[in-house]
């Protein structure tokens, strides 16, 4: 049975959370904090929980607002706070139809729904006469087929009651009625209606809801006997995760309490062994971790006052990094989150039981790489065995390429409660954080995906070079290799520090002013070996001067006519006054600390096809011997 669809009807914060369709593999819920995620995991953890001792509560889950009000009216434990519908997949038709016959059932859907009294209500569209039909099939000859179980009913008692003159057609008659009765009881098993029939033919393969959050981590000790002499409903969630732990190693009862030392210890390596293979596959963050499981004596004063000793079962993770240990309760908390699902989990990955797994806001202590760790093991190995359903508020949890998984949660107060979309237009801005976030990341992400980049200023920058490298590839001259891609970080300041962060994950050449601000940061990160030395280039180094910016690489008359042209000026190279670059001598002659430089060039894309032919060759030249530069730093 496949989940398709969930609403959530007066359960703590929701008060009609809508019809919030479900993926078939991952559904990821989103929203702030106290905005209803958490109560819409818990209403559908309720609805079939895999753990014991789950159950709704009215009292407790009831609108709390409104609970009191309603009971007046009507019985809550009547009301249904979940509802979900479910798709029959191929198996669950051919069980049905096995005993009620082909056809038995008008669609493939069933809607199931649960009482705060924690009783199961459903809705499925049965074919009466088509299950009556297969009933009766090859026992009813010469005469018409009774086309609802009622009619069957009162053919059968009244064949069973039936007297006639010729002993052997009465006897036929009740024979005839003994089989039906047989066939009724075969198809129908012990109901008597034919609408409950299908139900108690689906319920064994109704999934379970297993529910996992903070709460459910593992202790870093246990108290071995104790634990395995409990029966599994009366553990609570750590221990339900410890239990599944042994499991997952494969543990033997006998071996793992056995007195003899090295039979025990053998058996706690294989443990420790079985969840390090498992851990590690998924968790790039750390991999020179490996799990130890120990046993020690533990003296305790029992309730008599005698002393009695306790086998206790203790978890350490050792780090070959640091070449050291330490118990599992100080390990980071991601770490201990990730670990503890995994051995919750894997007492249903290897067995049969269909599940439907819920995590509530996973991997907040884990970072962001550790976070895409838990994304792939989602993607990898969880929805291949199940469908998952998750909430968050990280942006690092929302895949922006399968934003179709994402469901936004909104609490829009007491009169309306919580409301679970799909549609980003009816959100507010803080509900929508995390998918912006994640879709700026990964913008972000996809710019830099050239293996090349070449970093520059700005954007007037980045016009000039790619203008002047087209029309200097087009005379049969150097240009830009095309494997660079132009990268305008937004300013001269902004560089050292995009470098810094980037530097180690791409290739990177930097192209600058020259001038002493940020210089310096960026002559640093060349001996810390972020950059390579060779990969950092000057305009000086082109125009042979201390200061320089790439407007400088222009003859003056060619640059004027386009700053002239930006800003309705008519300056004459007779009206600059000094040597350094002409950008500081023409925000003096204007007065301003700093014009747009983005205009100018601005200018000349507008007009460049009756300017580049104009350019003086010095001009081309320089910017020639800037691309060969740039080029030179390829692959170095």
Known sequence: MKLVSVEVDHFKNILKSGDVAIQPDVTCVVGKNESGK????????????????????????????????????????????????????????????????????????????????????????INEPTIVAHIASGLLTGGPTPTSIDDLNKLI??????????????????????????????????????????????????????????????????????????????LNSGELTARALLELGGADNEYLLNPDYETRKRELENIANAITHQVLTFWSTNPELRTEVDMTLKQEQA??????VLDELKIRLYDNRHLLSLSFDERSTGFRWFFSFLAAFSEYENNDTPVVILLDEPGLGLHARAQADFLRFIDERLSK????????????????????RVRLVQDGGRQVGSQITSNVLSTDRDTLFPLQGALGYDMVQHLFIAPHNLI?????????LNLLSTHLASMGRTGLDPKWSIIPVGGADLIPSFVALLGNHLELTVLIDSR?????????????GLLKGTRLITIGEIIGAKVGDVEDLFAPEEYLR???????????????????????????????????????????????????????????????????????????
């Open 516 to 528: 002493k601000e940020g210089n310096q940061r960026l002559q640093h990160l060349t001996q810390l």
């Open 562 to 636: 386009l700053f002239n042209e930006a800003f309705a000026k008519s300056f004459k190279v007779s009206d600059l006054v000094g040597k350094d670059s002409i950008v500081n001598r023409l925000a003096r002659l204007i007065k301003v600390d700093r014009y747009d430089h983005g205009l100018p060039a601005t200018a000349l894309l507008k007009n460049y096809p009756s300017i580049l032919p104009t350019l003086a060759p010095e001009t081309l030249t320089r910017f020639e011997s800037l691309f060969q530069r740039i080029n030179s730093t390829l692959g170095t």
């Open 385 to 404: 065995r199940c469908p998952v359903i998750y909430t968050t508020h990280s942006p690092f949890m929302v895949q922006p390429g399968k934003l179709e």
């Open 456 to 464: 520059v200023e700005g954007t007037s920058d980045f016009t000039y």
């Open 303 to 308: 309730a008599n006052g005698q002393q009695q």
């Open 157 to 234: 008692e009244t064949l069973g009651n039936s007297t006639h003159a010729d002993e052997a057609k009465t006897a036929a008659d009740r024979t005839l009625a003994r089989d039906l009765t047989e066939a009724r009881t075969k198809a129908l098993g012990e109901r008597a209606s034919i609408d409950e029939r299908p139900w108690d033919l689906l319920l064994p393969r109704l999934p379970q809801f297993f529910y996992f959050d903070d709460y459910s981590q593992l202790p870093a000790s246990v108290k071995i006997r104790q634990l395995l002499a409990k029966n599994k409903k009366d």
């Open 38 to 125: 958490t109560a819409f995991l818990q209403a559908l953890h309720r609805f079939n929980p895999a753990q014991p001792n789950v159950m709704f509560n009215a009292q407790r889950q009831y609108p709390a607002w409104l609970e009191k009000q309603h009971r007046r009216r009507k019985n809550l434990d009547e009301h249904c706070p979940v509802a979900c519908t479910f798709e029959l997949e191929k198996p669950d038709l051919e069980l049905v139809e096995e005993a009620l016959g082909r056809g038995a059932l008008k669609n493939k859907t069933i809607s199931i729904s649960r009482t705060y009294g924690n009783e199961f209500r459903w809705n499925v569209e």
